[in-house]
């Protein structure tokens, strides 16, 4: 098939966080194990990302165990793993080399969070002359700071100023700056339909 899923971040690293509370959906695991079966069922290419800041000692670093997927979700065999560095999935990895490799042209994307990793790399995978669909119920965020908070705010701290951006806020915006310039916004209710009426 000429379409591939991209799973960016649906990772335990967000659960050792302290912002873990704060997301958009704790749930998002349910959402992204439907895409990865409609992409199963349509042998479609399934890529699993993660982000990793080795030596930072952070949730990110790998020496911490904590950049794994989230225990909910299966990888297969044979389907490609990869590990970056960057907000994006392609600058850092091989990603664009793997896709052209198996005739991939259209992308759906998805995971965590929304506005960063996973808006990043649909607008890099647009340019890139791919055709993206983001589905946006499978992807989450937390809240924003205002850029002129305090470093170093508790969660609290965040909830409590009245410049943060709202989750729900965030995801919406996204959907705007990506909608006829970058990508295709879609939900997993819409693709699953949508491969039924094909099948």
């Given at each position: 098939?000429?379409?591939?899923?991209?799973?960016?971040?649906?990772?335990?690293?967000?659960?050792?966080?302290?912002?873990?509370?704060?997301?958009?959906?704790?749930?998002?695991?349910?959402?992204?194990?439907?895409?990865?079966?409609?992409?199963?069922?349509?042998?479609?290419?399934?890529?699993?990302?993660?982000?990793?800041?080795?030596?930072?000692?952070?949730?990110?670093?790998?020496?911490?165990?904590?950049?794994?997927?989230?225990?909910?979700?299966?990888?297969?065999?044979?389907?490609?793993?990869?590990?970056?560095?960057?907000?994006?999935?392609?600058?850092?990895?091989?990603?664009?080399?793997?896709l052209t490799e198996r005739g991939v042209r259209e992308l759906t994307v998805c995971g965590i969070r929304?506005?960063?990793?996973?808006?990043?790399?649909?607008?890099?995978?647009?340019?890139?002359?791919?055709?993206?669909?983001?589905?946006?119920?499978?992807?989450?965020?937390?809240?924003?700071?205002?850029?002129?908070?305090?470093?170093?705010?508790?969660?609290?701290?965040?909830?409590?100023?009245?410049?943060?951006?709202?989750?729900?806020?965030?995801?919406?915006?996204?959907?705007?700056?990506?909608?006829?310039?970058?990508?295709?916004?879609?939900?997993?209710?819409?693709?699953?339909?949508?491969?039924?009426?094909?099948?």
């Amino acid at each position: 098939m000429t379409r591939a899923l991209i799973v960016i971040d649906v990772q335990e690293s967000f659960r050792a966080h302290p912002l873990w509370e704060t997301i958009s959906d704790p749930k998002i695991t349910r959402q992204v194990d439907r895409l990865v079966g409609l992409a199963r069922r349509a042998g479609d290419t399934v890529v699993w990302v993660l982000h990793s800041e080795p030596g930072s000692g952070g949730v990110f670093d790998p020496a911490l165990g904590h950049v794994r997927l989230m225990d909910e979700l299966s990888r297969r065999d044979g389907e490609p793993l990869i590990h970056k560095t960057s907000h994006n999935a392609f600058t850092t990895t091989n990603l664009q080399q793997l896709l052209t490799e198996r005739g991939v042209r259209e992308l759906t994307v998805c995971g965590i969070r929304t506005e960063q990793c996973v808006e990043t790399t649909a607008r890099l995978a647009s340019d890139l002359g791919y055709q993206v669909t983001f589905v946006t119920d499978a992807t989450a965020t937390n809240p924003v700071p205002h850029r002129d908070a305090p470093a170093g705010q508790s969660v609290a701290e965040l909830l409590a100023d009245p410049r943060t951006l709202s989750a729900e806020d965030v995801v919406r915006r996204t959907e705007y700056a990506l909608s006829g310039r970058f990508a295709t916004i879609a939900t997993v209710d819409e693709l699953e339909t949508s491969a039924a009426s094909r099948a």
